[in-house]
């Protein structure tokens, strides 16, 4: 939280999961350019509900940065865009209504931090084309990490149409399972980013020389 930009939008989003699976937090900074750039992310295994509240209000009110007198450093203190919350099954449909009882639900107004968000074979479709948009125009950065990649792997296209995550993975960190839950975490950050076309990007190619000759 310290490594926050202060005045950088900053967007968040957190897949719940409980016990199989990994609870994801993934946090968003949007550049003067509007390009998107990974501030941190978090994953819980096995963590209690009340917990998974306390650390999500944690990183929306934020810790003090060495200085006690101080402003706290958090997502709101930064500059919060929003907090989209997967409210598929009741974990997190309990996370995101006391968290919006604190920091305001969108759907009650529109300056309220806590979004929640239904996950549907149509909203996977729409968010999963623009991270890929994103990707591919290099107007956003991940980390480099074996887990995340694994985790943008595992989308397939089923048998009926609709893009859906697929089997099941091992996490290299813990070897217990993973299924898409970073992935999931990104695009519900990336979901609250507007869409803004960005200018073409142009990278200088530089003609190899062979050792020994120099080419004219």
Known sequence: ???????????????????????????LERADDYTLSTSFWLE????????????????LRGCHAGDA???????????????AVDTTEGG????????????????DNEAGLIVSVTLRAEWYEREHHRLRQLLEERDITIPLDAGIAADLQSWR????G???LGPETKSERDGLPRH??????LLLAASLA???SQGAKYRQLRRSEPRGRRVP
């Not at 939280?1 to 946090?27: C, E, M, N, P, Q």
């Not at 898409?180 to 975490?185: E, I, N, R």
């Open 162 to 164: 609709p893009l859906q």
């Open 194 to 196: 507007p869409d803004v």
């Open 44 to 59: 819980l295994r096995n963590v209690p509900d009340e917990e998974q509240e306390i650390i999500a209000e944690y990183l």
């Open 157 to 160: 296209v089923s048998e009926k």
């Open 1 to 27: 939280l310290k490594g926050l930009t202060r005045g950088k939008v900053h967007y968040a989003g957190i897949d719940f999961a409980r016990k199989r699976h990994l609870s994801a937090v993934w946090v």
């Open 69 to 83: 007198d101080g402003p706290p450093m958090g997502l709101v203190s930064a500059k919060c865009g929003g907090m």
């Open 92 to 107: 997190g449909r309990n996370l995101a209504e006391r968290l919006g009882g604190k920091f305001g639900r969108r759907e």
């Open 180 to 185: 898409g839950d970073t992935s999931v975490a």
